[in-house]
């Protein structure tokens, strides 16, 4: 349940303009809230879902997501089935 939770709240904090993936945790965290593990633990599992995401060709990324700050995601011109 929490997986889709996440999912979806990611969905709604990316757009079609280039977010950091910084951002796009501190959203998912915030609209979560006390669901989501504390710490590094629930941004892990907000990482793993944006991964998730990236390869089923929801988002794209650009640069490294594991480089928070660095890097960069939005959603992508391909939307394909959902898994």
Not at 46 to 53: C, F, H, K, N, Y
Not at 70 to 76: L, P
């Amino acid at each position: 349940m929490i997986a889709s939770q996440i999912r979806g709240a990611i969905l709604l904090a990316v757009g079609d303009r280039w977010t950091k993936v910084a951002m796009v945790i501190a959203k998912v965290a915030d609209t979560i809230g006390r669901d989501l593990p504390a710490g590094d633990k629930g941004y892990q599992m907000i990482t793993g879902e944006i991964d998730a995401l990236l390869r089923a060709g929801r988002l794209t990324a650009r640069g490294n997501i594991r480089n928070w700050r660095f890097s960069e995601v939005r959603r992508s011109g391909r939307q394909g089935n959902s898994k």
